[in-house]
């Protein structure tokens, strides 16, 4: 019999649940976002969630072996709400509650995806998680060089992370001035591609840290894109235009496309062009240094089509191997969180009704 791990995961502006066996197999995943809905009280309600992930495993609450919720970090009402949820659960169903952290979840989610390709990433290996919330570089390894089981705990080194903003908050903010909406990242990735080759009407450097060389910062970039764009008023009408678009709720790629003159898309791209250079740089280096054999990358910045091609090329050429996982696990799920669990659940690691939300819970 398989151990089945529910998950559910409310630290931003996500309610998910999902259902994942032994570590591994994903049995449902099921994100509500609070950005699609109306927010009537606040927020998702989680039980329907949570229903819908049972239901789509094909599981009953009673067969589950544990509850697994997110601790942090993130905001504390969001994760409130999981954990309350999920601590009545285990107590009513009497099942052990598994506290997990939202990044360790992130570099799970890079295995849940290689367990379905059977080929698993290597230990030790340097990861970046790179989101909305987060940007930062861990060196991954066993806990017990011998094993390399799905049950097995590993340890965690930061060795890098940003000084001021996230690169998705970057992408967010870039999106916003430009009168493209929230969240930016997925539309700044097509627009950038549409862009093409055309020449940049501006160009960003490199961005140059003191100390530890395997920090970022993008909010140098941000203000110098805010700043391109304040000096050249002729982009205004343009970003108007878009943000009434908005407004009338079109907001789909195909319809701001054409809204988008040569010279804004070639701005994005070259916004683009800056991030995927400083985030696949630093992480390359990092893995070349440390000399692992292995580079994860995760987070909902992991969905970008050119970070993917650019740390393939380059991972090719350093004789590395880079994984991600698919597009529906890079960004804030439930059944990254269940998969965390699981080496967790197997190792007693179990947390009581005093639990609580944490919004800087420090990776374990
Ligand atoms: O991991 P996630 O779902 O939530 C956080 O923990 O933050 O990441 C969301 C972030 C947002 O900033 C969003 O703009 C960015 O990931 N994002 C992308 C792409 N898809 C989502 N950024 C660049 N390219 C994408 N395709
Ligand atoms: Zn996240």
Redesign the pocket.
Known sequence: MSIRILGIESS?D?TAAAVVADGREVLSSVVASQIDLHRKYGGVEIVPVVREAMEQAKSRLEDLHAIAVTQGPGLVGSLLVGITYGKTLAESLRKPLVPVNHLEGHIHAVFLEAHKSGTLPALPAVCLIV????TVLYEVQPQDASRTDAGALWSYRKIGQTRDDAA??A??KVSKLLGLGY????I??RLAAAAGNAAAPVKFGPTKMRGNTFDFSFSGLKTAVLYHVRENPSYLPEIRERENAMARGERKFEQLLPLCGPRTLALVGEFQNAVVRDLVERTMRAAEELNVPTVLVS???A???QLRATFEERARNAGLNVFFPSHAL???NAAMIAAAAYPRFCNHILADLSLNASASLPIA
């Open positions: 931003c996500e989101s909305g919330g987060h998705g908050e992408y967010d969240p930016g990242g997925p700044l990735d987070g909902g910045v969905a970008n089509r890079s960004t804030d």
